[in-house]
């Protein structure tokens, strides 16, 4: 495995300090975890960070306090969900988005539910649509 990582690191010419510099540089910058790993594959030549450092992304993060505060899916769930609230404000009789909107909603409280139980989230977090404009600033 280690054998591995090396020559993942050697493919991309960094070494596994530099790629986490590089990982924590980005996401300084607002970028998401998925966005990093896509910018190091297509501009730095990095296959896989988690085999260049032994460690993912979402660790490298973390272990400097840099993360997100909010998973990356429980997120883009909830910037949808404010996007179809602004809309039925305007359009009150569409129907499908208001559908669209629940099943969304749904999804949030579910994927909610599993991060709480993970320990990803605190106990006792929940969805409010009022307050999930300000969430995902």
Do not use: C, F
């Not at 975890?33 to 660790?59: C, F």
């Not at 899916?73 to 404010?82: C, E």
């Not at 539910?113 to 649509?129: I, Q, S």
């Amino acid at each position: 495995m280690v054998e591995y990582q090396r020559s993942a690191a050697r493919s991309s010419g960094l070494s596994g300090q530099d790629i986490e510099e590089l990982v924590l540089k980005l996401a300084k910058e607002g970028r998401y975890p998925s966005e990093i790993g896509i910018i190091l594959r297509d501009q730095h030549g990095v296959p896989n960070v988690k085999q260049a450092t032994g460690k993912s992304i979402a660790q490298i993060l973390s272990a400097r306090g840099v993360g997100p505060s909010l998973p990356e899916d429980l997120t883009g769930l909830i910037r949808k969900a404010v996007m179809l609230h602004k809309h039925l404000e305007k359009n009150k009789k569409d129907q499908s988005s208001r559908r669209s909107l629940g099943v969304v909603e749904a999804r949030i409280q579910k994927l909610a539910k599993y991060y709480v139980k993970n320990g990803k989230l605190p106990e006792g977090w929940r969805y409010e649509p009022e307050r999930a404009a300000l969430l995902i600033r």
